[in-house]
């Protein structure tokens, strides 16, 4: 289960990534915006 739990952090931040570089204009709110979501999908990923 926690092998799992690895690969679902990693896809996260692939996805994080992706977003990234996808929108070469990104400005620090939207960046502080994505990590809050980040924080938030690693947060209900742990307890569901």
Known sequence: ????KSYA???LQIDIL????NNKKIN?????LLKKMYKI????YHFF
Request: aromatic letters at 40%; charged letters at 30%; zero cysteines.
């Open 9 to 11: 952090l990693i896809y």
């Open 28 to 32: 620090y709110f939207k960046y502080k």
């Open 41 to 44: 999908k690693l947060f209900f």
């Open 1 to 4: 289960k926690k092998n799992l």
């Open 18 to 21: 992706k977003f990234l570089f």
